[in-house]
């Protein structure tokens, strides 16, 4: 049986026999791992290149006021983004505000005070609830949710919190159900076993030592996952809760189910509204190719692309600042 050629190499000091073969192999793995890299690259290029192309005509038909405005009348062909904008990042402020210290203190308990079988159990659910299609929140949502904000939670917050200045503002309305609180509300349910799963792995992998070494000079359990858990895994922490703000960025369905779908744009979270996304899904069927509220949308797809690389964009520089910090 003939052998392989080998050849000896140099590497870091140390000589190397190495075979053809597993050069060829190292070879054709480096090309792959590159045309992977360059591949992402030009996917998010094409995408661009799509929603810029096809929503020029909008941007050159408005201006500037195409993202200020708030009109959108098919009929006269005035179109604006305003109110969606307004309702994506209302929303999705909402999901993070109820999602990220549930997850965190769903993590925490799992990793730090659930009883192992329990925590198995229970972790499993979670990543099953990561597994649900979008549309069944919504249809969930929808039957379930709003009825119980139209029944209990609106009149109430109404009634309470209503006519306190400033913030009455916010809880001031017809109870329908429907609104911005309650697209929040879902999209907060959908986003929880993202982020949670992402602080769960990140915790289990912190070395024992660090955490057994606070408990032994006397830090209580709160004082060792502010001062030793969050510290070590902040990186890893932000990339979960990033992950579930794209996710609330570009939800579609389960929004459209339970925000209203109005194109009204008011500071009450009762009021019915809309996001980009839901706007998308609603109007792109009834869209005839080449026309301006086709070009519209697909501008508003440009706009969410772009609120989702400065969200990105200002995460980094947060964490830069505290890595440095």
């Not at 192309?53 to 305003?82: E, K, L, Y």
């Not at 659930?114 to 229970?122: C, D, E, G, N």
């Not at 109005?262 to 190719?289: D, M, Y």
């Not at 706009?303 to 520089?317: D, E, N, P, Q, V």
């Amino acid at each position: 049986m003939m052998e392989s050629p080998s050849t000896i190499t140099v590497r870091d000091g140390v000589a190397m026999d190495t075979n053809t073969r597993g050069w060829f192999g190292d070879l054709v793995f480096g090309m792959l791992a590159r045309l992977a890299g360059w591949f992402i690259l030009l996917v998010m290029a094409g995408i661009i290149i799509v929603l810029v192309s096809g929503g020029w005509r909008a941007f050159s038909a408005f201006g500037p006021g195409f993202i200020t405005s708030t009109a959108w009348n098919p009929i006269s062909d005035h179109f604006g983004a305003a109110t969606s904008i307004f309702g994506t990042l209302v929303t999705t402020l909402i999901a993070l505000v109820f999602a990220v210290p549930f997850a965190f203190g769903v993590a925490f308990w799992l990793v730090e005070m659930a009883p192992p079988a329990l925590a198995r159990f229970i972790e499993t659910a979670v990543q099953l609830l990561a597994a649900v299609p979008s549309i069944i929140f919504g249809m969930w949502g929808f039957f379930i949710v709003v009825p119980f904000m139209a029944h209990y939670i609106e009149p109430v917050a109404t009634h309470y919190l209503g006519h306190v200045p400033g913030m009455g503002l916010l809880f001031r309305g017809a109870p329908y159900g429907t609104g911005l609180l309650t697209g929040g509300l879902i999209l907060a349910i959908m986003i929880t076993p993202f982020i949670c799963s992402v602080m769960t792995d990140v915790f289990v992998s912190i070395p024992a030592v660090l955490k057994e070494s606070a408990f032994g000079l006397g830090a209580t359990r709160w004082e060792v996952m502010c001062d030793v858990v969050l510290p070590w895994s902040r990186q890893a922490v932000m990339g979960g809760i990033m992950l579930g703000t794209g996710r609330a960025l570009g939800e579609t369905m389960a929004v459209t189910f339970v925000i209203g779908n109005s194109n009204r744009l008011g500071w009450s979270l009762f009021a019915p509204g809309n996001t980009i996304a839901s706007l998308i899904a609603l109007e792109f069927p009834e869209s005839s190719a080449g026309s301006l509220k086709l070009s519209a949308l697909l501008a508003l797809g440009a706009i969410l692309m772009i609120i989702s690389f400065i969200t990105l964009a200002c995460s980094r520089i947060f964490l830069q600042r505290g890595v440095s910090n």
